[in-house]
Antibody
Framework: QVTLKESGPGILQPSQTLSLTCSFS??????????VSWIRQPSGKGLEWLAT???????GYNPSLKNRLTISKDTSNNQAFLKITSVDTADTAIYYC?????????WGQGVMVTVSS | EIVLTQSPTTTAASPGEKVTITCLAS?????MYWYQQKSGASPKLLIY???SLASGVPDRFSGSGSGTSYSLTINTMEAEDAATYYC?????????FGGGTKLELK
């Protein structure tokens, strides 16, 4: 059974760094072909892909945010991470992690992140 | 980046009615994926590789298309199908989503 669960700070202030963790089970990020992605959704709006990390440690970033994003993984502990630097109110959203195949077949429940002073 | 344009943006259907949602890509893509998102829930994969049903998805859902034009069809609308639907491509980077189609029960 594949499950993913996101965790994060809940609320942070503008200019801070957002750190998110995706803890998953039922698959391994050391398995060939497996990737994990981060996707976000502002309240009432659509889905925006942020970044992907794959089993061989290749990484991809959304060009519109590339300089602010860092994705990483801890294969032994079945976790993936995303850092977003210099957040502002536009980064307020639900953040999802999802297994990627190249479609997103399993999603976490999402974690709400609010950027507010 | 490839822009995906969905239509309609919002629609309503009665139980038993057929529903078709269209996704137009700004450049040709080799496959399209479709997701269903109910209020307050995470997106759920419905269709992969244009026309293959994800596990557990009722067969009243189907997908078709090629090149720049794709569609998702619900053959007979049921109350539980009220949701927002998104198309997605990853034929080229970055992967992109359509803006969504909100389907309401009439």
């Amino acid at each position: 059974q594949v499950t993913l669960k996101e965790s994060g700070p809940g609320i942070l202030q503008p200019s801070q760094t957002l750190s998110l963790t995706c803890s998953f089970s039922g698959f391994s990020l050391s398995t060939s072909g497996i990737c994990v992605s981060w996707i976000r959704q502002p309240s009432g709006k659509g889905l925006e892909w942020l970044a992907t990390i794959c089993w061989e440690d290749s990484k991809g970033y959304n060009p519109s945010l590339k300089n602010r994003l860092t994705i990483s993984k801890d294969t032994s502990n079945n976790q993936a991470f995303l850092k977003i630097t210099s957040v502002d109110t536009a980064d307020t959203a639900i953040y999802y992690c999802a297994r990627s195949l190249p479609y997103f077949d399993y999603w976490g429940q999402g974690v709400m992140v609010t950027v507010s002073s | 980046e490839i822009v995906l344009t969905q239509s309609p943006t919002t629609t309503a259907a009665s139980p038993g009615e057929k529903v078709t949602i269209t996704c137009l890509a700004s450049s040709s893509v080799s496959n399209m994926y479709w997701y269903q998102q109910k209020s307050g829930a995470s997106p759920k994969l419905l269709i992969y590789s244009t026309s293959s049903l994800a596990s557990g998805v009722p067969d009243r859902f189907s997908g078709s298309g090629s090149g720049t034009s794709y569609s998702l069809t619900i053959n007979t609308m049921e109350a539980e199908d009220a949701a927002t639907y998104y198309c997605q491509q990853w034929s080229s980077n970055p992967p992109t989503f359509g803006g969504g189609t909100k389907l309401e029960l009439k």
